[in-house]
DNA sequence: ACCTGAACACCGTTCAAGT
DNA sequence: ACCTGAACACCGTTCAAGT
């Protein structure tokens, strides 16, 4: 990549960082260009896609979230390592509002630029969950799918202006569903 | 209302259902108003704002699941009538795709025109609730606000194409949440 | 190679002008 | 009273023309 390529690349990333936390998900790719005082062809350019926008925007996110899982695979308790995966997950989704929206589209669309992040998301979720399946301490009739949309759910309560002061409760009503009522937490 | 009037707001009424059932909730009024063979700003004049035109749309809904509301709070089983009134609302809600976030947001703007009504039905489902808790079949660190946003969350979950499939079965992981074990349906 | 911005086809909303 | 559609201020997306 050319320098001034480059540089527009980073400038316009933190711009729409910006951006989409005032505005969320459906912030205007016109504004970013805007106010990155570059012209829209060269946003469109770097980023052909929305998706592939948030998917330069939460890679790093991502990335945490794996060796997150990694480690958390072999925590002592399986249930608690499942547990406080979906708190950071949730977490991360609250943290760019409206893009859980975009994730879930975006793991039955294998074009697009946030698929394999969103794949992979729920492999390492469905990992954890099957661990702790098998510690006998998930229930059983719940698979990595469920988990995802749970994720989902659970995210956009935390988007929705009216309904986030009840998400902490309720992410723990719905976590605690997951798991067998031997180990309630 | 003159005659010419309110033909134009029946049919107006009517495409909207044929569009909103298309497109969902956020369709192009502009294209409704095109459908209907009308002028945009009738549209308008009929419904000054989008929530105007849903409060519209889902009223005899809302009438509907008001009335169940009632006949099921003599039910037998307080956690049954709650579960099926829940199962309802849902339905309702996942039979106009993408409403629900209107309905959610419109219970904190008390000038939505569909104000009243969402507050009417987290009402109704929190007098549903309430009975169970009575009978302590529904667990007691819920409350009506709760209570509202679970559905939200579960309407949602029916409005992701991705997720769809496992609404059903999620429902029934968050129902199952609401009661008590002793009553697990 | 990369950037620019006009062009196109859409929105929602308002409002002067008509009947 | 009611209807119409142009006008305005926005979008997303593409692409010819520039450097």
């Known amino acids: ?42 946003l469109y350019r770097h980023f052909p896609t929305r998706d592939a926008l948030f998917e330069a925007l939460l890679r ?15 925590a002592e308790s399986a249930a608690d390592a499942l547990v406080a995966w979906l708190r950071q997950i949730v977490a991360m989704a609250h943290a760019w509002r409206g ?25 390492a979720g469905t990992r954890l969950l099957v661990r702790a399946q098998a510690e006998g301490t998930a229930r059983s009739d719940i698979d990595g799918a ?15 202006p009216a309904l986030a002061p009840r998400a902490d409760h309720l992410f723990s009503v719905i976590a605690g569903a997951l798991l067998t009522s031997t180990s309630a937490t």
């Open 60 to 74: 790093g996110g991502f990335d945490a979230l794996g060796k997150e899982a990694v480690a958390l695979a072999t």
């Open 1 to 42: 990549m050319r320098a001034d390529a480059k540089k527009n690349y980073e400038l316009l990333l933190g711009i729409a960082r910006e951006v989409v936390a005032e505005h969320g998900a459906d912030a205007s790719l016109r504004d970013i260009a805007r106010r990155a005082e570059v012209g829209l062809g060269t």
């Open 146 to 160: 469920d988990l995802f949309a749970l994720v989902g759910a659970m995210a956009w309560l935390g988007d929705q």
């Open 99 to 123: 893009v859980i929206a975009v994730m879930v589209a975006a793991i039955d669309a294998p074009d697009s630029a946030l698929h394999a992040s969103c794949v992979a998301m729920k492999a």
